[in-house]
Protein backbone atom coordinates (compact mmCIF):
# COMPACT_ATOMS: atom_id res chain seq x y z
CA UNK A 1 0.00 0.00 0.00
CA UNK A 2 1.09 3.35 -0.95
CA UNK A 3 2.18 5.53 2.15
CA UNK A 4 3.81 8.84 3.02
CA UNK A 5 4.50 8.82 6.63
CA UNK A 6 5.72 12.71 8.50
CA UNK A 7 7.09 13.29 11.52
CA UNK A 8 6.85 14.91 14.11
CA UNK A 9 3.22 15.75 13.60
CA UNK A 10 3.42 19.34 15.34
CA UNK A 11 6.85 21.28 16.55
CA UNK A 12 7.12 24.66 17.72
CA UNK A 13 10.33 26.50 17.66
CA UNK A 14 11.37 30.09 18.33
CA UNK A 15 11.53 32.53 15.87
CA UNK A 16 15.10 32.76 14.43
CA UNK A 17 15.70 29.08 14.78
CA UNK A 18 16.02 26.18 12.35
CA UNK A 19 13.99 23.16 12.14
CA UNK A 20 14.05 20.18 10.33
CA UNK A 21 10.46 18.05 9.14
CA UNK A 22 11.06 14.53 7.71
CA UNK A 23 8.63 12.35 5.64
CA UNK A 24 9.38 8.64 5.01
CA UNK A 25 7.53 6.79 1.82
CA UNK A 26 6.89 4.16 0.85
CA UNK A 27 5.78 4.23 -2.98
CA UNK A 28 5.85 2.51 -6.22
CA UNK A 29 6.53 3.96 -8.45
CA UNK A 30 8.02 7.19 -8.21
CA UNK A 31 7.85 10.12 -9.92
CA UNK A 32 8.61 12.86 -8.15
CA UNK A 33 8.27 13.98 -4.21
CA UNK A 34 7.23 17.81 -3.12
CA UNK A 35 6.55 19.40 0.19
CA UNK A 36 3.80 21.68 -0.04
CA UNK A 37 2.77 24.36 2.48
CA UNK A 38 -0.70 25.18 3.88
CA UNK A 39 -0.98 28.02 5.76
CA UNK A 40 -4.13 28.00 8.02
CA UNK A 41 -7.11 28.43 6.36
CA UNK A 42 -5.60 28.24 2.36
CA UNK A 43 -5.07 26.03 0.09
CA UNK A 44 -1.40 23.99 -0.45
CA UNK A 45 1.10 25.89 -2.05
CA UNK A 46 4.16 24.12 -3.99
CA UNK A 47 7.30 24.44 -2.46
CA UNK A 48 9.97 22.40 -4.06
CA UNK A 49 10.02 19.50 -6.42
CA UNK A 50 12.37 16.31 -6.72
CA UNK A 51 12.46 13.95 -8.82
CA UNK A 52 14.20 10.58 -8.16
CA UNK A 53 17.81 11.60 -9.38
CA UNK A 54 17.85 15.04 -7.42
CA UNK A 55 19.28 15.06 -4.31
CA UNK A 56 18.60 18.29 -2.86
CA UNK A 57 16.36 21.67 -3.79
CA UNK A 58 16.40 24.95 -2.49
CA UNK A 59 13.53 27.60 -2.16
CA UNK A 60 15.03 30.54 -0.24
CA UNK A 61 15.15 29.39 3.17
CA UNK A 62 13.98 26.28 2.46
CA UNK A 63 15.81 23.20 1.54
CA UNK A 64 15.00 19.87 0.82
CA UNK A 65 16.72 16.68 0.43
CA UNK A 66 15.95 12.95 -1.40
CA UNK A 67 17.40 9.59 -0.73
CA UNK A 68 15.60 7.76 -3.17
CA UNK A 69 17.87 4.74 -1.96
CA UNK A 70 15.95 4.96 2.24
CA UNK A 71 13.03 6.41 0.31
CA UNK A 72 13.34 9.92 2.75
CA UNK A 73 12.91 13.19 2.23
CA UNK A 74 13.71 16.30 4.78
CA UNK A 75 12.64 19.75 3.92
CA UNK A 76 14.75 22.60 6.63
CA UNK A 77 13.78 25.51 7.40
CA UNK A 78 16.52 27.87 8.23
CA UNK A 79 16.23 30.87 10.06
CA UNK A 80 12.42 30.49 10.80
CA UNK A 81 9.90 33.49 10.98
CA UNK A 82 6.57 33.91 11.79
CA UNK A 83 5.17 33.30 8.60
CA UNK A 84 6.43 30.11 8.42
CA UNK A 85 3.64 28.87 11.07
CA UNK A 86 1.79 26.64 8.81
CA UNK A 87 1.28 22.73 7.98
CA UNK A 88 3.75 21.41 5.53
CA UNK A 89 3.13 18.13 3.72
CA UNK A 90 4.79 15.77 2.11
CA UNK A 91 3.61 14.10 -1.03
CA UNK A 92 4.85 11.46 -3.91
CA UNK A 93 3.75 11.68 -7.08
CA UNK A 94 3.63 8.04 -8.73
CA UNK A 95 2.75 9.53 -11.84
CA UNK A 96 0.96 11.67 -13.97
CA UNK A 97 -1.65 13.46 -11.59
CA UNK A 98 -1.55 10.47 -9.42
CA UNK A 99 -0.32 11.88 -5.87
CA UNK A 100 -0.14 10.47 -2.51
CA UNK A 101 -0.39 12.73 0.50
CA UNK A 102 1.23 12.56 3.82
CA UNK A 103 -0.61 13.94 7.01
CA UNK A 104 1.42 16.68 7.34
CA UNK A 105 3.63 18.29 10.51
CA UNK A 106 2.21 21.70 12.06
CA UNK A 107 5.23 23.97 12.42
CA UNK A 108 4.27 26.82 14.59
CA UNK A 109 7.35 29.65 15.19
CA UNK A 110 7.25 31.19 18.33
CA UNK A 111 8.19 34.82 19.12
CA UNK B 1 -5.28 35.60 -12.25
CA UNK B 2 -7.17 35.20 -8.79
CA UNK B 3 -6.62 32.06 -8.78
CA UNK B 4 -9.23 28.90 -8.03
CA UNK B 5 -12.26 30.05 -6.62
CA UNK B 6 -14.46 28.14 -4.48
CA UNK B 7 -17.69 28.61 -2.93
CA UNK B 8 -19.05 28.75 -0.06
CA UNK B 9 -15.96 29.20 2.01
CA UNK B 10 -17.81 27.79 4.89
CA UNK B 11 -21.35 25.72 5.17
CA UNK B 12 -22.87 24.44 8.13
CA UNK B 13 -25.94 22.27 7.06
CA UNK B 14 -27.95 19.73 8.76
CA UNK B 15 -27.73 15.88 8.68
CA UNK B 16 -29.79 15.01 5.81
CA UNK B 17 -29.84 17.88 3.86
CA UNK B 18 -28.11 18.48 0.10
CA UNK B 19 -24.66 20.18 0.17
CA UNK B 20 -23.29 21.97 -3.62
CA UNK B 21 -20.04 22.92 -3.31
CA UNK B 22 -18.76 25.38 -6.34
CA UNK B 23 -15.32 25.47 -8.13
CA UNK B 24 -13.82 27.58 -10.62
CA UNK B 25 -10.54 26.77 -11.70
CA UNK B 26 -7.82 28.89 -13.29
CA UNK B 27 -8.73 30.32 -17.05
CA UNK B 28 -6.81 28.00 -19.36
CA UNK B 29 -6.68 24.60 -17.14
CA UNK B 30 -7.62 21.87 -18.24
CA UNK B 31 -7.57 19.26 -15.54
CA UNK B 32 -9.68 19.97 -11.76
CA UNK B 33 -9.66 18.01 -9.23
CA UNK B 34 -11.87 17.86 -5.85
CA UNK B 35 -10.25 16.67 -2.51
CA UNK B 36 -11.29 16.15 0.81
CA UNK B 37 -9.25 17.00 3.66
CA UNK B 38 -9.81 16.00 7.54
CA UNK B 39 -7.24 15.58 10.54
CA UNK B 40 -7.21 11.98 10.22
CA UNK B 41 -6.90 11.32 6.76
CA UNK B 42 -5.26 13.77 5.91
CA UNK B 43 -5.99 15.12 2.42
CA UNK B 44 -7.70 12.64 -0.18
CA UNK B 45 -7.78 12.80 -3.87
CA UNK B 46 -12.44 12.22 -4.61
CA UNK B 47 -12.58 12.64 -8.31
CA UNK B 48 -10.30 14.20 -11.16
CA UNK B 49 -11.61 15.91 -14.62
CA UNK B 50 -9.99 16.47 -17.61
CA UNK B 51 -11.37 18.63 -20.41
CA UNK B 52 -14.45 18.39 -18.39
CA UNK B 53 -14.78 14.91 -18.21
CA UNK B 54 -14.49 12.76 -15.41
CA UNK B 55 -11.12 10.13 -15.64
CA UNK B 56 -10.98 9.02 -11.99
CA UNK B 57 -13.73 8.88 -9.39
CA UNK B 58 -12.45 5.56 -7.60
CA UNK B 59 -11.73 8.25 -5.04
CA UNK B 60 -15.41 8.87 -3.82
CA UNK B 61 -16.71 7.81 -0.49
CA UNK B 62 -20.22 6.54 -1.43
CA UNK B 63 -22.90 7.47 -4.29
CA UNK B 64 -23.94 9.90 -1.85
CA UNK B 65 -21.42 11.91 -3.66
CA UNK B 66 -21.29 13.16 -7.05
CA UNK B 67 -19.41 16.12 -9.18
CA UNK B 68 -20.13 17.28 -12.64
CA UNK B 69 -18.34 19.80 -14.59
CA UNK B 70 -20.55 21.50 -17.61
CA UNK B 71 -18.00 23.61 -18.59
CA UNK B 72 -14.25 24.57 -18.80
CA UNK B 73 -14.92 27.32 -15.41
CA UNK B 74 -17.32 25.22 -13.47
CA UNK B 75 -17.45 22.39 -11.98
CA UNK B 76 -19.68 21.44 -8.54
CA UNK B 77 -19.64 18.71 -5.82
CA UNK B 78 -22.84 17.23 -4.17
CA UNK B 79 -23.21 15.38 -1.18
CA UNK B 80 -26.96 14.32 -0.86
CA UNK B 81 -27.91 13.36 1.85
CA UNK B 82 -25.10 15.07 4.05
CA UNK B 83 -23.82 13.08 7.21
CA UNK B 84 -21.84 14.38 9.92
CA UNK B 85 -19.21 11.97 9.13
CA UNK B 86 -18.98 14.39 5.85
CA UNK B 87 -17.32 17.19 7.82
CA UNK B 88 -14.38 17.99 6.38
CA UNK B 89 -12.38 20.92 4.39
CA UNK B 90 -13.51 20.61 0.69
CA UNK B 91 -10.27 21.58 -1.66
CA UNK B 92 -10.41 22.18 -5.34
CA UNK B 93 -7.66 22.63 -7.53
CA UNK B 94 -6.40 22.92 -11.07
CA UNK B 95 -3.84 22.55 -13.33
CA UNK B 96 -2.27 22.78 -16.95
CA UNK B 97 -2.64 19.98 -19.27
CA UNK B 98 0.95 19.45 -19.70
CA UNK B 99 2.90 16.07 -20.01
CA UNK B 100 5.49 17.17 -17.60
CA UNK B 101 5.90 15.87 -14.31
CA UNK B 102 6.35 19.10 -13.04
CA UNK B 103 3.25 20.13 -13.88
CA UNK B 104 1.96 21.78 -10.58
CA UNK B 105 -1.37 21.70 -8.79
CA UNK B 106 -2.84 25.07 -7.59
CA UNK B 107 -5.41 24.58 -5.22
CA UNK B 108 -8.83 26.89 -3.82
CA UNK B 109 -8.77 28.00 -0.53
CA UNK B 110 -11.37 25.38 0.34
CA UNK B 111 -14.63 25.41 1.70
CA UNK B 112 -15.00 24.14 5.39
CA UNK B 113 -18.16 22.19 5.38
CA UNK B 114 -20.08 20.83 9.18
CA UNK B 115 -22.87 18.89 9.03
CA UNK B 116 -24.40 18.97 12.35
Known amino acids: KNQVEQSPQSLIILEGKNCTLQ??????????LRWYKQDTGRGPVSLTIMTFSENTKSNGRYTATLDADTKQSSLHITASQLSDSASYICVVYTGFQKLVFGTGTRLLVSP | DAGVIQSPRHEVTEMGQEVTLRCKPISGHDYLFWYRQTMMRGLELLIY????????DSGMPEDRFSAKMPNASFSTLKIQPSEPRDSAVYFCASSLDRESYTDTQYFGPGTRLTVL
Open chain 2, 49 to 56: FNNNVPID
Open chain 1, 23 to 32: CNYTVSPFSN
